[in-house]
């Protein structure tokens, strides 16, 4: 099924840039509950209320505060937000490969489809390959909607998988749990214990089929408003309709740079093949000033509403 892409730029590394787009890997399947006036079925939204004197305030009386002390705050307006937020570089810029089996999973949080655009497929699937071969993957930093992510490019069969990935700070330690240890010899089972508990899980053991497994309580609610549909029990809400958000196009094509990285890397520093890459992008891709002061605008505005 097609998506929409959502994001386009360049995976980057060394003085190679390969063009890609981002689409979406995942898509929510819970029960959304709306809140409607029964009286109106007019879709309900969210008050901004004074938590100590219970009333309403206007967006204008509005700022953002960092809580640094239990009931102490730093006011952050909304200028200095906009000077924090990460520059807009439109690239996946790999910062280190590592071994696949060191990353653990509860690192990892939303995976993206990555897409190969602009003539980049050649050069795509050698980076897919390398990695698939090696037992590599790529970390690496990426900017998307104003927020800079830690990411993990992963090989997939045919694709490449951008998963987004949680912070070090974000995850925390197993130091507080009572785990056992693998190291107790009291922990360790007995032989005949270890052989029956595999059996056991090789009697349960089977092919993944995503399919075979289903939200039992969606589907259950899914079919009382099929079952409500079709008896005429509906009600018309009218939604407010929203802007769709506008994506950058300013796609780098260095991969021709490819067989020069491959020659001259050897002993050369990462950050030097970094800043090198920078300066050749600059050569090679002069500035339309008609399509970056558009660009702009659609960036101040969308880091006006995220400070909104």
Known sequence: MATRTIWKGAISFGLVHIPVGLHTATQDSGVDFDWLDKRTMDPVGYKRINKRTG???????????????????????ADEIADAYPRTTQTIEIQRFVDAADVSFVFLERPYYIEPINRGHKVYALLRDTLAQTGKIGIAKVVIQTRQHLAALIPSGDAL???????????????????????????????????????????????????????????????????????????????????????????????????????????????????????????????KPAARKSSGKAQKAARARKAA
Do not use: H
């Not at 009333?55 to 307006?77: F, H, L, P």
């Open 55 to 77: 009333k309403e305030i206007d967006r204008d009386n509005i700022v953002k505060g960092v809580e640094y002390e239990d009931g102490q705050y730093v006011v952050i307006s």
């Open 161 to 287: 998988i951008l998963n987004l990935m949680r912070w070090g700070d974000e995850v925390k330690p197993m130091s507080g749990l009572d785990l056992p240890s693998s190291r107790a010899k009291n922990m360790r089972p007995s032989a005949s214990e270890l052989k029956m508990a595999r059996m056991l899980v090789e009697d349960m053991s089977g092919e993944w089929d995503p399919e075979e497994f289903k939200d039992e309580f969606r589907q259950a609610v899914m079919g009382l408003v099929e079952k409500k549909v079709r008896a005429g029990k509906t009600e018309t809400v009218i939604e407010p309709q929203e802007e769709a958000p506008a994506y950058a196009d300013n796609v780098i094509d260095l991969t021709e740079l490819l067989q020069r990285s491959l020659k001259g890397a050897g002993g050369r520093a990462a950050k030097g093949a970094r800043k090198s890459s920078a300066k050749s992008a600059r050569k090679a891709a002069p500035r």
